[in-house]
């Protein structure tokens, strides 16, 4: 008789009935914790992803590889660029010249030069008849092809050409163009070879 009458767990007729109870407080509040804890780690983590790179780049090594680069390397790169657009259609993007067309750069003394002014007269004022390159005559016109560029544009290019092809020679300065420049004035002289080597070098 006592058995029929018992709350829980049991219907009366021996079947086991469910019933509902609360869960503990101590589970809700580890979960809680560990979600807490499991977000801050992932937040710290990135979520494994890195804080510094994102698709479509895989690592910063990658990454480094676009940067812009600095001093030298970029003066280079700009004095390339340059020389391959207003001197490399006739002089050769491998600075060897081209016959009947330009001396070659490669090599030249011109270029080579201890001091720049010979060497920055020519693109600033242009060469006037007969100039020796490598012990071979040349004996045709270069208009002033680099004073329209700006003074660290045309160092850039001398620079670049300089130091390449073999060439081993010192940078040439923005401040070196400024005042050759300024030496030649307002009503610039293609000069020969000949007339060139009167000046100091
Ligand atoms: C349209 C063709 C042409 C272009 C473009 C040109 N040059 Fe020249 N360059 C010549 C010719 C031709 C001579 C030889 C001139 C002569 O015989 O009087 C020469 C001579 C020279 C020389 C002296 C000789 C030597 O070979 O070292 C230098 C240095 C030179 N050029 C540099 C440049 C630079 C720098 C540029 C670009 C800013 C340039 N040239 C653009 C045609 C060109």
């Known amino acids: 008789m006592s058995d029929e009458t018992k709350p829980c767990c049991s ?11 609360t869960a503990p407080m101590w589970i809700i509040v ?8 499991g977000g801050l780690f992932l937040d710290s983590h990135s979520g494994w992803f890195d804080k510094n790179v994102y698709a479509p780049y895989q690592s910063s090594a990658q990454l480094e590889s676009f940067q812009p680069k600095s001093g030298a390397q970029a003066v280079l790169a700009r004095g390339k660029g340059i020389y391959e657009s207003v001197c490399g259609i006739c002089h050769g ?4 010249g ?5 001396p070659p750069l490669a090599g030249s003394e ?3 030069a201890k001091g720049v002014k010979r060497l920055l007269h020519i693109p600033l004022a242009g060469v006037a008849g007969v100039i020796q390159v490598g012990g071979k005559d040349w004996n045709m016109n270069m208009a002033a092809m680099g004073a329209a560029l700006s003074d660290d544009d045309l160092a850039a290019v001398l620079t670049y050409v300089r130091s390449s092809w073999g060439n081993k020679a010192g940078v040439v300065t923005g401040d070196d163009v400024k005042s050759v420049r300024a ?7 293609p000069m020969s070879g000949d007339q060139m080597m009167k000046m100091p070098e």
Do not use: C, H, Y
């Open 11 to 21: 219907s009366g007729n021996g079947e086991p009935t469910a019933t509902r109870s």
């Open 30 to 37: 580890v979960t809680l914790v560990l979600l807490f804890t």
């Open 93 to 96: 993007s491998d600075g060897l």
């Open 98 to 102: 081209k016959p009947g067309q330009a």
């Open 110 to 112: 011109w270029v080579m």
């Open 183 to 189: 030496e030649i004035g307002k009503s610039p002289q």
